[in-house]
């Protein structure tokens, strides 16, 4: 039997949204811990009692939901890394790729014929439409993904031209990804590509085609973010790279 031959994952990532996790779970804890002990006192004061409980269930509420968030971000990662793995021999993955000037992390970089291409994943429901940089999602304005995939593009850019300076900062593209089944998107001038997940491997595979970087200038410039991750250490504590201030947004 022929053993298929398939793409490099450098870096399998998810640590960045499980420290973001972990630390969700620290300020549950020693709020819910410090709102039990003022809610006690305050109670001793019958008249501030009424003030004091509602505050208390509020702020569990909103820890309750950011970990929500976090989990629904873990679940569409996972699903978008398992789909770049069926690209073909000639592609590289790097997940998770903290940068400064990313204000961030960039959840999946690929690099092969395609270029080097910034993916962003998003788990909405609903309805989301984008208006340019503005996104809604079911009516509801919403942090701007493509603001987000475009500044870790250009952060990942100006990273691999500081590295590798004859790749003259090899042209950097930008994903979002939607993973929700229930998602309906309406785009109306993105500044970015944005496809479902069902999408992106026939998107990727076509800029490959266009595109058709060199297989060596490939490997090169996996390799630069194979060091980076290397650098960061196994301790999953991701550090940022310091580099040169971005000189240009990727759109």
Known sequence: MLETVVMRVLREGGEYLRRRERRLWWCFACGGIAIGIVALALAMQKGRAVFA???????????????????????GERLVTNLLKQL?????????????????????????????????????????????????????????????????????????ADRDPESGGAFVQSIMVFTHPRCQLEINRARATAVRSSELLQVLLEMGKQRKMPPALAARLAGSLDRLAANEGRSGDPKPVVGNRMKSRVT
Not at 53 to 75: D, T, Y
Not at 100 to 105: K, M, R, S, Y
Request: proline content about 3%.
């Open 53 to 75: 409980i509602p505050a208390a269930f509020m702020l569990v509420s909103l820890a309750v939901s950011q970990l929500e968030r976090v989990r629904k971000g873990q679940l």
């Open 88 to 160: 073909p021999e000639g592609y590289y993955l790097v997940n998770d790729v903290v940068l400064q000037d990313a204000g961030g992390n960039v959840d999946h970089v690929v690099i092969g014929p395609c270029g080097v291409v910034a993916i962003e994943t998003k788990r909405w429901a609903g309805k989301i439409r984008c208006d340019g940089d503005r996104w809604y999602v079911n009516g509801r304005l919403r942090g701007s993904v493509s603001r987000q995939v475009n500044r870790g593009a250009a952060a990942l850019r100006q990273f691999l």
